[in-house]
């Protein structure tokens, strides 16, 4: 089975490449291809254009990112309340639980005294 796979490995990744080849030479979407231009000022013009374009996009994507930190952000806090809140619970049930150790133990403790006398 590993044998079959193995040999098969090369065949897929060699599918793929020649698949994914018509995949890179697409253009990317809005960006117009300046080199068509004939005159200066329409290249330069068509330069611009796309410089415009991937500044709007640039720019678009900062602001859903910094969305999304704020968003991100905001949980982190709530989250550290919530936190917060389980610690001074947990400090509480420790503290309550402390004293009735205590009382446990000292009611066990005369118990045994009068059994260690006893026992001689």
């Known amino acids: 089975m590993l044998a079959a796979m193995c040999r098969l490995a090369p065949a897929v990744l060699l599918l793929?490449?020649?698949?994914?080849?018509?995949?890179l030479a697409?253009?990317?979407?809005?960006?117009?291809?300046?080199?068509?231009?004939?005159?200066m000022e329409r290249r330069t013009s068509c330069?611009?254009?796309?410089?415009?374009?991937?500044?709007?996009?640039?720019?678009k994507l900062v602001?859903?990112?910094?969305?999304?930190?704020?968003?991100?952000?905001?949980?982190?806090?709530?989250?550290?309340?919530?936190v917060a809140?389980?610690?001074?619970?947990?400090?509480e049930l420790q503290a309550a639980a402390k004293p009735a150790e205590d009382t446990r133990k000292k009611a066990d403790a005369p118990a045994g005294k009068d059994a260690a006398p006893a026992a001689k």
């Open 16 to 23: 793929g490449l020649i698949l994914s080849g018509s995949a």
């Open 26 to 39: 697409q253009d990317v979407v809005g960006i117009e291809i300046c080199t068509v231009e004939k005159t």
């Open 47 to 59: 330069l611009q254009s796309n410089v415009d374009f991937l500044q709007k996009q640039i720019n």
């Open 63 to 82: 602001t859903e990112h910094q969305q999304k930190l704020d968003a991100a952000n905001r949980q982190i806090e709530t989250l550290k309340a919530a």
């Open 85 to 91: 809140g389980l610690q001074k619970t947990v400090g």
